[in-house]
């Protein structure tokens, strides 16, 4: 199984202020034959289910706030808020496609300071 | 807009299978991988397992002994059962659908279902 590590844990930002979250894969999850990274970035509010943020480590999904961008290749990506709003509070999950069992990283919950 | 309804027991006792439901409205149920998560209270994301339209599945090995993923593309749904189930099933489960499929592996999660908590207790 390839496995997610995201850092930190837990993220404390002021209003206003960037936020950055790292994800770690174990192998690589870019696929040589398109240069495509098999890597999604998800939202979780309390009570909600996961809402999709980016996917292929950088494409925003339609209707994402465009303060949300994804970077990186192969096994390190990051998710960056550029300046963090209220409703932004909430778990933030990296998640690989590359291959099954899709696996996704343990979460980090991000709060105000 | 896609609509993921799902549904199904919320309280078992150990050793009982698990069942549930996810319902597609508004978008087309062909062409498309339907997966499973699930979330234990507190705890981070678990992929079970997915299914196309044509009936062929993955699951994790993890749970593959214990776990059926079945579709009924007449009424654009899909389903779980998990059998013998324990307390360490305790989670809440929530069906998505896969925007597509890219050289050989389903991609990102782009619809999820509201989720149900299922608990497992004597």
């Known amino acids: 199984d390839i496995v997610m590590t995201q850092s930190p844990d837990s993220l404390a930002v002021s209003l206003g202020e960037r936020a950055t979250i790292n994800c770690e894969s174990s192998q690589s999850v870019l696929y040589s034959s398109n240069n495509k990274n098999y890597l999604a970035w998800y939202q979780q509010k309390p009570g909600q289910p996961p809402k999709l943020l980016i996917y292929?480590?950088?494409t925003r999904e339609s209707g994402v706030p465009d303060r949300f961008s994804g970077s990186g290749s192969g096994t390190d990506f990051t998710l960056t808020i550029s300046s963090l709003q209220a409703e932004d509070v909430a778990v933030y999950y990296c998640q690989q496609y590359f291959g099954t069992p899709y696996t996704f990283g343990q979460g980090t919950k991000l709060e105000i300071k | 807009q896609v609509q993921l309804q799902q549904w199904g027991a919320g309280l078992l006792k150990p050793s009982e299978t698990l069942s549930l439901t996810c319902a597609v409205y508004?978008?087309?149920?062909?062409?498309?991988?339907w997966s499973w998560i699930r979330q234990p209270p507190g705890k981070g994301l678990e992929w079970i397992g997915e299914?196309?339209?044509?009936?062929?599945?993955n699951y994790n090995p993890s749970l593959k002994s214990r776990v059926t993923i079945s579709v009924d593309t007449s009424k654009n749904q899909f389903s779980l059962k998990l059998i013998s189930v324990t307390a360490a099933d305790t989670a809440v489960y929530y069906c998505?659908?896969?925007?597509?499929?890219?050289?050989?592996?389903?991609?990102?999660?782009?619809?999820w279902g509201q989720g149900n908590l299922v608990t497992v207790s004597s």
């Open positions: 292929w480590a950088s």
């Open positions: 508004g978008g087309s149920f062909s062409g498309y991988y």
């Open positions: 998505a659908r896969h925007e597509g499929y890219s050289y050989g592996s389903a991609t990102h999660l782009d619809f």
């Open positions: 299914v196309n339209h044509g009936g062929s599945t």
